[in-house]
């Protein structure tokens, strides 16, 4: 068995070959290639929980488990809000393999499963990005959607000016060729955005189907628990709605759940998953002025998808501390 750090992920994990992995492992969902319970949500006070995600593959072939916790308030002391660790099996005789820290592996995936569902939804000549929120995921997903389209011009939207220009700060070091803006307007920082992200732990919608133009596309991460959401029901309902794995979304998606309880949108208004759009078995965009947005949980497949390509990295460059159980 080999034990992963954090740095190790991050020396072995390249964006654009997540985006590939994410997308392989879409598929695999969608084709009933994987088998996923529901996340378990253990509550610990204090706004704080524990989830427990296992799940196995066909391809790659392996089962795990990712064990995470969530404190919201990390992000205040410089830690990041996702905590935990990801343990790989492999099939032939279920032995562990594999345990390596969650957190970037979490952050990365996410960030290349909107990525994954920008460069299937977006418009092609999408070139103004609006990012909603500063933290660890803000920066995985400026890295996503710069993998996927030709990005020229950023806004960067937080509660917190300071932290929003810190950001662009650094982000404008590492993309130098890319025009960046922060601001604290939420409305104002939409209004010509061709792809927005979203990736606040707000417990109220901040954005609004009255603020956005037709075209756009939206990435709307958020938090996994059903009594939160980021945006509110016009936006659903203005949009063709795409999804990770439908099962979960409709049992913690919260802006799904609550629409459909209020009786404003049914379980058909989700298109389609975004693993049945990559195989064309469904339609993504029809037409340039389509409103798409991706509701994005993150499902075990992705990580144990992950994890597995991070082991073989691994192995081809004798990374890792070995350990005998």
């Not at 529901?38 to 593959?57: D, K, Q, V, W, Y």
């Not at 343990?87 to 990525?115: P, Q």
């Not at 977006?122 to 070139?127: F, K, P, T, V």
Request: proline share 3%; net charge negative.
């Amino acid at each position: 068995m080999i034990i992963l750090s954090s740095d190790d992920v991050l020396s072995l994990l390249k964006m654009s070959d997540a985006i590939e992995v994410v997308s392989a492992a879409m598929v695999e969902v969608s084709n009933g290639h994987a088998t996923m319970p529901l996340r378990s949500i253990m509550p610990l006070g204090e706004g704080n929980f524990m989830g427990m995600m296992p799940g196995s593959m066909h391809e790659p072939n392996c089962f795990g488990i990712k064990l995470v916790s969530l404190f919201p308030d990390n992000p205040k002391s410089g830690v990041s809000s996702h905590q935990g660790a990801v343990i790989l099996f492999e099939s032939k005789h279920g032995a562990a393999i594999a345990m390596m820290n969650a957190d970037l592996l979490t952050a990365i995936r996410t960030a290349a499963a909107s990525g994954v569902a920008t460069r299937m939804l977006a418009r092609e000549a999408s070139s103004r990005l609006t990012i909603i929120g500063t933290g660890e995921q803000a920066r995985h997903h400026l890295d996503a959607m710069i993998a996927v389209r030709a990005i020229r011009d950023v806004v960067i939207a937080g509660r917190n000016m300071e932290n929003a220009q810190k950001f662009v700060e650094l982000a404008q070091q590492k993309y130098s060729e890319i025009s960046f803006s922060a601001t604290t307007d939420f409305e104002a920082s939409v209004q010509s955005a061709d792809i927005i992200c979203t990736v606040t732990a707000t417990d109220d919608p901040i954005l609004f189907g009255a603020w956005i133009k037709p075209g756009t596309h939206l990435n709307v991460v958020g938090s996994s628990i059903p009594s939160k959401r980021e945006i509110d029901s016009e936006l659903l309902i203005r949009s063709r709605l795409f999804v990770d794995y439908r099962i979960s979304t409709l049992a913690q998606a919260g802006e799904v759940i609550m629409a459909i309880e209020k009786g404003e949108i049914d379980e058909a208004h989700i298109v389609a998953e975004i693993g049945e759009v990559i195989s064309t078995s469904m339609p993504g965009r029809l037409n340039e002025d389509d409103i798409t947005l991706y509701r994005s949980l993150g499902v075990v497949a992705q990580d144990l998808a992950t994890a597995s390509f991070i082991v073989e990295q691994a192995k081809m460059r004798d990374m890792g501390t070995k350990v005998s159980l």
